[in-house]
């Protein structure tokens, strides 16, 4: 059942470091990994610049 | 890895009718890979369209009334509150309770109601988990109960996405102007930061669940659909009159954003399951996407749920799944019997759906259980009923308010308790309405008609007016109307429908086409309920060709409503288009699969067609899907079946207890007729109360109540093998439940006029035009009247003819009433001295 033609998949080919602070419904949409990894990303953001906003 | 898993996805409020456009744009590719490799289906919803009902519905196989679960709201144990409805309300087990029962595994997600988790064998993510409070400071740790098994917390809880989280990238692209909206002013991006936050919470606890636990069912409920439509439908294209341009524009993708969004994590959800899965997709209604689209609510309970449209969407994919096949007829109450079936577990007799077979490749035995209530032993259910704070879900109650499902609980709590109460018992009285057992729907509601303000009890007498109208009582439907007009309310009812039904239930049909004319035009006829009724009415004015325009308008402006394309089918027979009318009642049987009228009407066009065979298996089917006897249905059987054997012959046999009806215009040779079938011996139903006289010497044969058989009809049962005189605009009341035999009489209708005025001591040589000409619309609605009554046989004799060749008239009297009689007796009977007002 995969589909060849997604966005997530291609969003799947970034490596987790790529994934963009502001992420994307792709990103949302393929579910438990991609949210908690974008977390780690903000989390990790937030400890280099505490001062800017999410 | 299980075999044979079944997952199940429920989007509530999803439209086949937004769905088709963009499946068709490249919108939507998963579903249309389900599509292909499936079955797909509308999906009939139950009324009142209230989500937590009908979801409750699809996992228990019952109607509200046996499952419990009344609205989206519940009283508290202890009456000192009111919150979101939880699994406290249910009281009929569910399949996972089932399955729990039999040893399977299942994972349930965000459920609505599954809060507080039932201790099942597997993991409940409880549709309390995704409600988080828009005020980070107000956040609180997860509720007990908000997950089973408890020890998943931890995990679990950081995959809540917070509102606060949803960036600028997440909702662009639902609403790609929302850089345009001055938050301060304008707080449209509000809902939809919200509800994409929740869903993705779902469908993060979704993921995690498909890609680390065993199960051999799941259950995922996402509610973004139906939480955009609720928002942002008004806004979705063709734009609507009244909507601002500017807010249009803004809003316009919001809607088909949201089904591409639910597309995506569709995709994502099939990639965590393997080939051997069955999957099944639904919703529990649609949703208004044209001209019925509602922009500012009515003050009334669960105002939202009118935009709720009666088919929702149904696909199924798996190894067992027939393949790219459209399915018929499904409705909510037949999954719980499906999935069972599925697990080759019995079917309660107690559930009310069926087992869709036809979606199965090769289906599995059907099994049945008298109820899944007796049987003891582990179920997974909660021990004891669990108490919960009023002010613990506040997140919840919130958002069913700004939904418009819920009014706002306000002033004193012991009147929102009282105020829910009275809402429970309305939904329970229409859940009964809705199953026509309408002695049970009324009981509740004359109590809740007792009822002081501030409960505003209009809408309870609406709903007594609608009872009183399916039971054709239009003198109660008019009293209720009566007092609901008198009864202080905010809410505006279209009573022009209330109206038109009782006028025309009364015979004043053409003064309820004027009521609907009027209310049509105001409406620019664009209300096709406002077509399908004037079709009613011309209907039974027997004004076939107009009431075909009304209902083709009907069908044009709402193609998916079962009852129009019947009432279609039936008009089409009466213009002998026989064909025609066959399509139009298989339409109404693809969208309404059990819809018994569409079945019968599909029996009496193919019965016309000479296809008898198939008229039969139609007739059969009617029968067999109405709760109640359905004895035109079983008539047409017994019509079919003698048919089928009497092929060669052109008799009409005796039928068992047959009721003989002498009829005719008056003075057209009734008594006659009756003085005739009395000395042939057959008995007759008479009160002698009119007495001969001169112009009825041998006496009038009647019997009084008839004169008032459409009040009453009762004493039918008294001439079961007997004779009784009807005239004929009075035949329409007979009770379709007897055969009957009607000899009605025929005469030059210039002396019919003519005889009535003599005896009407007016002058015979005036000829009243207008009597004249209702005179030839009588007899032309009796031809019409015979044709749609299974049990009547009827042969037309004319008074001359009787009266020249009484010998003839009796042999044929005998051979159609199909016993043997005095014909000596009959014939001398016949006195020709009383043919006296020749034209």
């Known amino acids: 059942m995969k589909n060849s033609n997604s966005n997530i998949e291609e969003k799947l080919q970034i490596e987790l470091s790529e994934i963009p602070l502001k992420s994307n419904l792709g990103l949302l949409a393929y579910g438990d990994i991609a949210f908690e990894a974008w977390r780690e990303i903000k989390k990790k953001s937030i400890k280099a610049n505490p001062n800017a906003k999410e | 890895m299980q075999k ?143 997950i089973h098994p408890e020890s998943l917390v931890t995990d679990f809880k950081d995959l809540i996405m917070f509102p606060q989280e949803v960036t600028s990238e997440h909702i662009l692209p639902f609403i790609p102007l929302a850089a345009k909206i001055d938050q301060e002013k304008n707080n449209g991006l509000f809902p939809a930061g919200k509800v994409l936050a929740e869903n993705v919470s779902i469908h993060n606890a979704a993921t995690r669940l498909l890609r680390t636990t065993n199960w051999d069912f799941m259950a995922i409920y996402y509610d973004l659909i139906d939480h955009f439509c609720h928002s942002y439908m008004k806004f979705h294209p063709p734009k609507l009159k009244g909507v601002n341009q500017d807010q249009y524009e803004i809003f316009k993708d919001a809607v088909a954003g949201a089904y591409r969004f639910q597309d995506m994590m569709l995709e994502r959800t099939l990639e965590l399951v393997d080939d051997d899965t069955t999957v099944i997709i639904m919703s529990d209604h649609g949703f208004e996407s044209g001209n019925k689209r509602l922009i500012n609510m009515p003050k009334v309970q ?22 790219n096949q459209k399915v018929y007829g499904l409705g909510l109450i037949d999954i719980a019997p499906t999935i069972l079936n599925h697990f080759n577990l019995p079917v309660g007799r107690d559930m009310d759906g069926k087992v869709a077979l036809e979606i199965f490749k090769n289906p599995n035995k059907i099994e049945y259980v008298d109820s899944w209530e007796n049987i003891k032993g582990d179920f997974g259910e909660l021990k004891d009923k669990e108490s919960l704070d009023v002010f613990s879900d506040e997140e919840t109650m919130q958002q069913l308010i700004e939904l418009g499902y819920i009014d706002k609980p306000e002033g004193k709590i012991e009147i929102a308790v009282h105020k829910t109460k009275c809402d429970l018992k309305q939904n329970l009285a229409r859940v009964h309405l809705g199953k026509k057992n309408y002695s049970k729907a009324k009981e509740i509601l004359l109590e809740l008609i007792e009822e002081k303000e501030p409960i505003d009890v209009s809408s309870y007498f609406m709903d007594l007016v609608t009872i009183s109208l399916e039971e054709k009582d239009y003198e109660s439907a008019r009293d209720y109307l009566k007092k609901l007009k008198s009864v202080k309310t905010d809410v505006k009812y279209a009573l022009f429908f209330a109206e038109a039904s009782i006028l025309h239930g009364i015979g004043k049909s053409e003064k309820a086409i004027e009521v609907l004319e009027k209310a049509k035009s105001e409406r620019r006829g664009n209300n096709p309920e406002i077509w399908y009724k004037i079709g009613l009415c011309n209907y039974s004015l027997g004004k076939f060709d107009d009431a075909q325009m009304a209902y083709e308008r009907a069908v044009e402006i709402e193609p998916d409503k079962a009852k129009y394309h019947a009432a279609l089918a039936e008009n089409l027979i009466e213009l002998k288009e026989y064909e ?37 298996i139609a007739y059969e089917t009617a029968s067999r899907l109405t709760p109640k006897k359905f004895y035109k249905a079983e008539q047409a059987i017994e019509n079919i079946e003698e048919k089928l054997n009497l092929t060669d012959k052109n008799t009409n046999s005796y039928k068992k207890d047959q009721i003989v009806i002498v009829s005719g215009l008056p003075r057209s040779g009734t008594s006659m007729m009756m003085q005739m079938l009395y000395k042939g011996g057959i008995k007759v139903l008479t009160d002698e109360k009119r007495k001969a006289d001169r112009s009825n010497p041998k006496g009038y044969f009647e019997y009084e109540p008839v004169m008032s058989i459409h009040k009453d009809n009762s004493w039918l049962s008294k001439a079961e093998n007997k004779s009784v005189k009807v005239v004929a605009p009075l035949l329409k009341h007979l009770d379709s439940k007897f055969r009957y035999k009607i000899i009605f009489m025929n005469r030059d209708l210039n002396e019919v006029v003519k005889s009535q005025q003599i005896m009407t001591g007016r002058n015979p040589d005036e000829l009243p035009v207008k009597l004249l000409n209702a005179f030839k619309k009588q007899l032309k609605k009796v031809e019409a009247w015979k044709d749609s009554e299974p049990g009547v046989e009827l042969i037309y004799l004319n008074y001359k003819d009787v009266l020249q060749n009484p010998i003839d008239a009796a042999d044929k009297i005998e051979s159609f009433i199909g016993v043997k009689m005095e014909k000596n007796g009959m014939v001398q009977s016949v006195d020709k001295t009383l043919y006296r007002n020749k034209s």
Request: glycine share 8%; net charge positive.
């Open chain 2, 580 to 616: 025609e009318a066959a399509e139009s009642a298989l339409t109404s049987i693809e969208l309404v699969k059990y819809y018994s009228k569409a079945h019968y009407v599909l029996g009496r066009a193919l019965d016309k067609l000479g296809d008898l065979e198939n008229a039969k």
């Open chain 2, 4 to 146: 044979n898993k079944l997952l199940v996805i429920g989007w509530d409020a999803a439209d086949w009718k937004i769905i088709w456009p963009l499946i068709a744009n490249g919108q939507m590719p998963t579903l249309k890979k389900m599509i292909q490799n499936g079955v797909h289906g509308n999906m009939s919803t139950m009324n009142p369209p209230y989500s937590p009902m009908l979801w409750s519905s699809v996992v228990t196989g019952k109607t509200p009334d046996k499952h419990g679960v009344l609205g989206f709201i519940e009283v508290m144990e202890d009456n000192k509150g009111v919150r979101p409805v939880t699994t406290n309300s249910r009281k009929a087990r569910t399949v996972w309770n089932i399955l729990h029962h039999k040893g399977f595994k299942s994972n349930l997600v965000g459920w609505w109601p599954s809060f507080p988790a039932e201790p099942i064998n597997g993991v409940v993510i409880t549709d309390k988990f995704q409600k988080v409070s828009i005020d980070p400071k107000k956040r609180k740790p997860l509720e007990k109960g908000t």
């Open chain 2, 302 to 323: 669960a105002a939202a749920a009118m935009d709720h449209r009666q088919f929702g969407m149904f696909v199924a994919t798996g190894p067992n799944i027939k393949k």
